[in-house]
């Protein structure tokens, strides 16, 4: 996590020194898993998180985006519309801390110094690196049989591991300062542990029942951001 904690600090410092237009801004929002336990339902954001992020306008039609975000998880059985999922009642939470470095594609051209009022839906897509609560289950009793099988979640170490984050989003330009922003973005990670299921290291002996590939975790929210910078001339060098 730290090599990519520098490798991402570095492209900033080097983006920094030659962009024209910056941009940074806050975001908050609701996020929410889809794994092993709980409902399966892709975008039903009710767990709460927020983000920073640094943008670069290379052009009117893309941007490159740095970003820190953190998100609660959770999932509950419960909550699933599986009958497997509610006679086995598991449930988990955790918390998710994201770097991430991608572009982002507009679909009209934003040009962030024009006086009037201007919107564009985009695309975006990134590599980052997360780093979250290595969860287990210790059973209770024996093991019999899965449904009848009790557990106790153990919250372990941090654990670091890399995500695929992809978005779709509306840029709205209030002023030639102020944007904002609405976003639902996926992030398909490299884990299937997020929610305690299939334990590694010296976890691994403990219960494990992922069998569902590995972990995605969804974000929708709303952010606003101030831009700053000389006006640029969009042309060839």
């Known amino acids: 996590m730290n090599k990519i904690l520098i490798s991402l600090l ?6 920094i020194a030659q962009a024209q237009i910056h941009e940074i801004g806050v975001g908050i929002g609701g996020s929410n898993y ?19 992020f ?5 052009s009117p039609r893309h941007s490159f985006r ?48 024009e006086e009037n009022f201007g919107f564009t839906p985009y695309l975006f897509v990134g590599v980052s690196g997360i780093r979250y609560n290595d969860l287990y289950f210790r059973p209770t009793t024996p093991i019999e049989g899965f449904e009848s099988t009790s557990v106790d979640l153990v919250k372990g170490d941090k654990k670091n591991s890399m995500a695929i984050p992809f978005a779709g989003g509306l840029k709205l ?3 030639p300062q102020i944007n904002l922003n609405a976003e639902v973005a996926a992030h398909y990670t490299f884990t299937n ?5 299939s334990p590694t290291g010296a976890n691994r002996k403990s219960y494990s029942f992922g069998k569902n590939g590995n972990d995605w975790f969804f974000y929708s929210g709303i952010s606003i951001s101030y831009t700053f910078g000389k006006n640029p001339c969009y042309c060839a060098d």
């Open 10 to 15: 570095l492209l900033l410092t080097s983006v």
């Open 34 to 52: 889809v794994g092993d336990i709980g409902s399966t339902q892709y975008i039903a954001p009710k767990d709460i998180g927020y983000n920073i």
């Open 54 to 58: 640094y943008r670069w306008n290379r």
């Open 66 to 113: 740095f970003s820190y975000s953190n998100h609660s998880i959770s999932g509950d059985d419960a909550k699933s519309d599986m009958g497997s999922r509610k006679e086995r009642g598991y449930s988990f939470t955790n918390t998710v801390q994201q770097l991430s470095v991608g572009v982002e594609f507009n679909f009209f051209e934003f040009d962030l110094h």
């Open 173 to 175: 330009r209030l002023t």
């Open 193 to 197: 542990n997020l929610d305690g299921s």
